[in-house]
């Protein structure tokens, strides 16, 4: 079945740092989504690409989705303490039904 | 103002009792869905329904049973707890057909078997 790995699985930065968390499928995506989870909260839906090599941009955080459609990455630059949550990939291939969630990345921000 | 709430919120119970979790959306979102996240943030789907009907149901045991009384509510009975259930679960909503099928999550409901 198809798989989705995210690396790393925890991630402690100084605020200010810039902090970044990688994606893989096995399979090629039709799309991929993002969502955050504050800790204690639920995940809550970031954005989502669709398009080969496609790149998205919220405010400080950077979202790119590989050309192969296999791969994606989140690049957060000089992160904020309000940063601090577990950042999820999830995808989509072309025969399933359903969203395939990553493992995570638990970001932990210093002040 | 809540769009996808869920009852209880904590659920504490002895290993071989029976418990049901609620869920209910507002949003007009036709699928809805279970995970289990475990204690390592592992989110795992378990079982989703698109209008009322079971469209997936991944390897979970059969002590698990989703209901589905209409499109805004999914419910989720479990029978003969084992402390291997201890997780939150997660209800979620989304509406099919669009390119944009985001998922909106409740607020989980935090299990534990002793």
């Known amino acids: 079945g198809q798989q989705v790995m995210q690396i790393p699985q925890y991630q402690h930065v100084q605020e200010g740092e810039d902090f970044t968390t990688y994606c893989n499928s096995s399979?090629?995506?039709?799309?991929i989504q993002w969502y955050k989870q504050r800790p204690g909260g639920h995940p809550v839906f970031l954005i989502q690409l669709v398009k080969s090599g496609e790149v998205k941009k919220q405010k400080r955080l950077t979202f790119q989705f590989g050309e192969a459609k296999k791969n994606s990455s989140l690049h957060i630059t000089a992160t904020q303490t309000t940063d601090v949550g577990t950042y999820f990939c999830a995808g989509v291939s072309g025969s399933a039904r359903q969203l395939t969630f990553g493992s995570g990345t638990q970001l932990t921000v210093l002040p | 103002d809540t769009a996808v709430s869920q009852t209880p919120k904590y659920l504490v119970t002895q290993m071989g009792n029976d418990k049901s979790i609620k869920c209910e959306q507002n949003?007009?979102?036709?699928?809805m869905y279970w995970y289990k996240q475990d204690s390592k943030k592992f989110l795992k789907i378990m079982f989703s329904?698109?209008?009322?009907?079971?469209?997936i149901n991944e390897t979970v045991p059969n002590r698990f049973s989703p209901k589905s009384p209409d499109k805004a509510h999914l419910n989720l009975h479990i029978n003969s707890l084992e402390l291997g259930d201890s997780a939150v679960y997660f209800c979620?909503?989304?509406?099919?057909?669009?390119?944009?099928?985001?998922?909106?999550f409740g607020p989980g409901t935090r299990l534990t078997v002793l």
């Open positions: 399979t090629t995506l039709s799309n």
């Open positions: 979620a909503s989304s509406l099919s057909g669009v390119s944009y099928n985001e998922q909106f």
């Open positions: 949003l007009g979102h036709d699928t």
């Open positions: 329904y698109n209008n009322k009907e079971l469209i």
